[in-house]
Every structure is written in structure tokens, then in C-alpha cells.
């Protein structure tokens, strides 16, 4: 497939790669799915308004004094949704929200016209036949309209999204299409199992569902060329965070780690994007780019004036793109969760822990992460630390906290899975 991977079947995907360009070197803003999404959907670190831990209702510290519907996005950010309306856009939202389950925090108050999808992280692929434990879990219609889909949730997101291109297709559109594929629980179909006899456990399933999530974005992608739409938009393919291999069967070598740590495998995600007659073909960037980015890329893309949005932490990529701009769109990046904190600056990633000797790595010899050069370079990790703390400083207190005991997980799953 487009990253390597002799096991996936990826053909949908595989096209979409030789269409525009792949970067190599794409982040999110978290390893973990929620305060990803915060900080995709507003092109700002998360932390600067305290959306730092992931959002799952038993897993946060009762110090934080918050129910799981309780944590989401605060109102008073922007979010992609909005931009897109402001300048014309008609709006839509499919699948997995995971930014609030509480009203005030529903996608049709947040920027988006349409939606169909649940409020939480996670669910059945398949429909329920009585009420699931939480109220975020249920299938919605735009807002408090419960209708469970048919069939299989991924094929049905991605006929919301056909649909919706069939009935906008004469006015600009954005669409954020959430599949929850590959996430938990491993509901796979038959016949997409059938394709993979040579494996056996969670390794087949998440091969039969890639595949069934490839095969819904090329009916998306066929939507777009049938409507003779795709010479005019942009379309990009990404992740929320890195495969968590203990829970879904993912392999994310060459890199270490997993989602949930700072390690690459947690942070560096597959990511392309097409726009045909602007993003030259079968075209690779190799610098360092982030999900963060996404926002202003579509805003100023669709019309609008990026040099307005002063407060976003992503950037325009298209200069970068088009080769108008050669240097790194970021000459830094940074995560934080809880005491854990990292910073990238140019090729070297400091790995700053609480209660363990921070690591220093230089990604550009050493992508998989297996020589420490903190003790090699210990005036360079002061440095280091020095750009964290500083950024530290801009940034929110969260609003709230995980419970130790998976803070200590993560660092264990984290442990676990270094290649």
C-alpha cells in the first residue's frame, strides 16, 4: 500500500496517494483521539484552551469534577466548521464526534449544517437493537433525532457523505468525514475477513475493516468524479492519532510506540492530500507538517484570508506545497500530556518524563527511536527543555486530569512496544 505495507489492501487509497502528494512526516497534535480532534478541528494546540487528556468518561481523575458528557471543546473556540460557514460553505459532520457529548457541544452548534453520527469515542459498527449504555453512543440526525443506521457504520457514513455531494453539488461543500475505523470493538464484515485467510485475530480484523474503510473513501472519491467535482476539491486522508497495536492489531513500524505515547508510532500518521492542477501527482513532502494545519490550508483554499487567523498554531501548507516557501512550515512542534512533554525542533525530539531521564533522538537518522543521545548531548536537552517550559508558559492548566494508573499505562504500553 501507499506506506509500505505488503498485508493492507489499499487500492482506493493507494490511487488517492498517486493523485496529489503524501507526506511523509505528518503528526497529529495527540497521541490519543480526543484532544487530537480538538486540535485538528480548531488549528490550535489543545492545550491553549485545556483540552489536554483524552475525554473518556471512567478514565479521568474525580479531581476533575466533570461527567463524560461534561468534557468537550469550550464554546468559545472557532472551529473548522465555522470558518467554512463564514465564508460560504455549507457544512457537514459524519461519524465520530468525541469532542462533547453535552448539547452545547453538538456539531450542529459548532459549525456544521448537517450531521449523522454519535457524540462519543467509540461504538457498535453495527446498529443496535435497544439503547446502549451511553446516550453519546447512539446514532443521530442532526440534533436529538436517534435513528440507528443499516447495515455496516462505515459503508453508511460513507453514503451520508455521497449524499450529501449529490444535494450541495451546485455550492461550495465541506465535509469532515469521521469514520471510527479502525477503532475498537473489532466488528468485521464476513466477506472482508474472508479476503485475508492468512491471519487470524485482531490482525485480520483490522485488515478486513482497513479494507472495508479503503473501499468506502473510493466511493466518496467515485461521488466527486461521477459529479465531474473532483478537478475542484481538495480532498485529504488522515489519522487522530498512531495504531494502538495491543488493541486493534495495528503495526506501526518502522516506528516505536503506539497511540497514547510520544513515541513516533503514537504521533507520525499516515496523511495525503489531493487538489488536482495545485498538488502535483504521485508528489512526496518530507518536511515535518501537523493536523493543526489542515484549518488554515481549507480557509484560505476556500476564499478566506489566513493572514487574519493570527491565533492558530497550524499554517497554510499550500506555499510550502507549490514550493513558493522552501523552508519547514514549523521549525518546532510540540505534545503535552500531564508531566509528559515533547518538542521536535528541526530533526531532534526531546521526550521530556516525570519521574524517568528525558530521551533525545534525532529523527532523521534514527526513525525508529533506538539510540538515546540525551547523555551524548546534555547541553542540547537543557536547550531542549528550555523550549518546552517556554511554551508551557502560553498554554491552559487542563481541565481535566487521567487517572494516574493510565498515565502509568501509557508509559508501559509505551515500554512495551519500542522496535
Known amino acids: ?20 502528494v503524501r507526506f511523509t512526516q505528518g503528526y497529529v497534535s495527540d497521541p490519543t483521539c480526543g484532544p487530537s480532534r480538538a486540535g485538528l478541528i480548531t488549528g490550535r494546540y489543545q492545550q491553549r484552551f485545556g483540552f489536554e487528556e483524552n475525554n473518556v468518561p471512567g478514565f479521568m481523575s474525580e479531581v476533575s469534577a466533570l461527567d463524560g458528557n461534561e468534557m468537550g471543546l469550550p464554546v468559545e473556540e472557532v472551529t473548522m466548521g465555522d470558518y467554512m460557514q463564514s465564508i460560504g460553505y455549507t457544512t457537514a459532520y459524519y461519524g465520530k464526534w468525541h469532542l462533547g457529548g453535552a448539547d452545547r457541544f453538538h456539531p450542529t452548534r459548532r459549525g456544521f449544517d448537517e450531521f449523522y453520527g454519535f457524540r462519543g469515542g467509540a461504538r457498535s459498527y453495527y446498529a443496535y437493537s435497544s439503547d446502549p449504555p451511553l446516550k453519546m453512543d447512539k446514532m443521530e440526525r442532526g440534533f436529538e433525532n436517534y435513528e440507528e443506521h443499516e447495515g455496516y457504520l462505515t459503508d453508511a457514513l460513507a453514503e451520508e457523505a455521497m449524499d450529501f455531494i449529490e444535494n450541495n453539488k451546485d455550492k461550495p461543500f465541506f465535509i469532515f468525514l469521521a469514520f471510527n475505523a479502525v477503532h475498537t470493538p473489532m466488528d468485521a464484515q464476513p466477506e472482508d475477513l474472508a479476503e485475508f485467510p492468512e491471519f487470524t485475530g485482531l490482525r485480520q480484523k483490522v485488515a478486513a475493516m482497513t479494507l472495508a474503510m479503503d473501499r468506502a473513501c473510493g466511493k466518496v472519491l467515485d461521488k466527486l468524479e461521477e459529479l465531474g467535482l473532483d478537478e475542484n476539491t481538495i480532498v485529504v486522508f488522515t ?15 518502522p516506528l516505536s510506540g503506539t497511540k497514547s505515547n510520544h513515541l513516533e508510532g503514537g504521533i507520525r500518521v499516515p496523511f495525503l492530500m489531493k487538489w488536482p492542477g495545485k498538488i502535483k501527482p504521485k508528489s512526496v513532502y518530507k518536511h515535518p507538517i501537523i493536523t493543526l494545519d489542515l484549518l488554515p490550508t481549507f480557509f484560505e ?11 492558530l498554531d497550524g499554517v497554510d501548507l499550500m506555499p510550502y506545497l507549490s514550493g513558493h516557501k522552501k523552508e519547514r512550515p514549523h521549525q518546532r512542534l510540540y505534545w503535552k500530556k500531564d508531566c509528559r512533554a515533547v518538542v521536535r525542533d528541526g530533526d531532534w525530539k526531546l521526550i521530556r518524563f516525570p519521574d ?40 491552559s492548566r487542563p481541565r481535566w486530569l487521567l487517572k494516574r494508573k493510565f498515565e502509568n499505562m501509557d508509559i508501559d504500553r509505551m515500554d512495551k512496544y519500542r522496535h
Open 356 to 395: 524517568r531521564p528525558a530521551e533525545l533522538y534525532n529523527i532523521a537518522e534514527d526513525i525508529g527511536e533506538h539510540n538515546n543521545l540525551a547523555a551524548v548531548y546534555p547541553e542540547k536537552v537543557k536547550k531542549m527543555y528550555k523550549m518546552i517550559f517556554q511554551w508551557e508558559s502560553t498554554l
Open 301 to 311: 483554499a476556500g476564499g478566506g484570508d489566513v493572514d487574519s487567523l493570527t491565533h
Open 1 to 20: 500500500g501507499f506506506q509500505g505495507s505488503k498485508e493492507m489492501k489499499t487500492p482506493k487509497l493507494d490511487k488517492l496517494a498517486s493523485e496529489g
Open 239 to 253: 489519522n487522530d492519532n498512531g495504531g494502538p497495536t495491543d488493541k486493534n492489531g495495528s503495526i506501526n513500524k
